[in-house]
């Protein structure tokens, strides 16, 4: 039992609006941020790897939350906690900048892991339509944030106002959870999963951890995941770097963000109705594979091109990848093993991604390297994720 269907759709919707906005609020700032502490680009890029690193780590714990306390109540103590690390980010310092990375990603962890088990359990006949509504108001949550950072900057009179003030979409999402947790009251995540494993012909719930097409899902999460932070830690200093305006870099950061939501919300309904989800896949990698190319040829002569064409790819991968846990999964119990496998595994390989671009940026002057590294990327993610399209479960 749960609250009015409509009630639950807020929810998740106010909930799904935060899971990439405190990420991408800080991308258009890096620089402030840098000059702020001192910050050499490796160490800049670690204000967005350490979130991502805690994406990882913290999918890890969730699953167990979630049995334990149940999806309902774990989820509003995710948005209190992501609000927290928010506000703890814009402290005095750069020690304070880090940990509150740490609160962000571990919450966003908690989000990302449980949201397609819920789905999964709570609209069964709907998942992949349910899965393109989240992961559309996931992207266009970002899309507003990353077009307002620099705006909110000079309007309120500094970065650490301008990041700051997302805690406050964290705090009403977390109240629009509350039906929810009133009604699980008396209720516990383990005592859903037991139900959901004793279903007439549900059987014994096989680990993931040993099954190739589980990793094969993973894997094509955590490399598309890569792409995906190393544009939100670099997209707007690749444009800067190559002479544009920061507002401008933002303004174009912000579009792609925005076309991110039409693939997001396209490909899960595309996905749905397909066998075999092949050729989306071999539609988004290309995608995105063309876009890092031009971002390399010519970055600000086709910044808008690039921007789109990156946009429609990667927003149409997360959604796929996100799908294809749904569809690989024969119930809801092993949706969510497999979402927190595939999101532990696939965001402390993401996590380096930014890292290793401001590494490799910083060692050569170039931004060449690094968006040749992606690329061999997405020809791994091509090859991984025509496996995992397969029409088969975990």
């Known amino acids: 039992m749960v609250a009015h269907p409509a009630l639950l759709m807020v929810g998740i919707v106010l909930a799904s609006l935060n899971m990439r906005a405190a990420l991408a609020s800080v991308s258009p700032l890096v620089s402030e941020l840098a000059a702020a502490y001192g910050l ?35 989820l509003p103590a995710a948005l209190l906690l992501l609000g927290a690390g928010i506000l703890v980010r814009v402290l005095p310092s750069a020690a304070a900048l880090y940990g509150g990375g740490v609160l962000v990603g571990t919450a966003i962890a908690l989000l990302n892991v449980l949201m397609p088990g819920l789905i999964k359990r709570d609209f069964p006949d709907r998942a992949a339509s349910m899965t393109s509504v989240y992961t559309g108001a996931m992207i266009a949550g970002a899309t507003v944030v990353a077009a307002a950072s620099v705006p909110l900057e000079r309007a309120l009179g500094g970065w650490q106002a301008s990041l700051g003030i997302w805690s406050l979409l964290a705090a009403v999402a ?37 099954s190739a097409l589980a990793w094969q899902v993973t894997l094509f999460m955590g490399l598309q995941s890569l792409w995906s932070y190393v544009l939100i830690a670099w997209m707007p200093t690749i444009f800067t770097d190559h002479g544009m305006s920061r507002s401008t870099a933002g303004v174009v950061f912000a579009f792609n963000n925005l076309i991110q939501v039409a693939g997001a919300f ?50 149409g991968a997360v959604g796929l990848a ?73």
């Open 174 to 210: 977390a109240l629009a959870w509350l039906p929810q947790v009133v009604v699980a009251r008396g209720r516990t995540g383990a005592a859903h999963e037991v139900r959901a494993a004793a279903a007439p012909g549900s059987g014994a719930v096989r680990s993931v951890w040993r």
């Open 266 to 315: 396209a490909v899960p309904l595309l996905a749905g109705r397909m066998r075999s989800q092949r050729p989306l896949i071999v539609l988004v990698t290309t995608m995105v594979a063309a876009g890092y190319a031009g971002l390399m040829v010519a970055p600000v002569q086709g910044a808008w091109v690039w921007s789109a064409v990156l946009g429609l790819g990667q927003g």
């Open 40 to 74: 050499s680009s490796a160490a800049s890029s670690l204000v967005t790897s350490v979130p991502v690193l805690f994406l990882g780590l913290g999918a890890l714990v969730a699953p167990w939350f979630g049995r334990r306390f149940g999806a309902e109540r774990v």
């Open 322 to 394: 996100l799908t294809l846990i749904v569809l690989r999964s024969g119930d809801a119990v092993t949706a969510a093993r497999l979402s927190g496998m595939a999101q532990t595994v696939g965001y402390l390989l993401a996590a380096a991604g930014p890292l290793a671009a401001g590494a490799l940026h910083q060692a050569t002057g170039s931004w060449t390297p690094p968006i040749a590294a992606v690329l061999g990327v997405c020809a791994t993610a091509l090859a991984v994720g025509l496996l995992a399209a397969r029409n088969r479960t975990v």
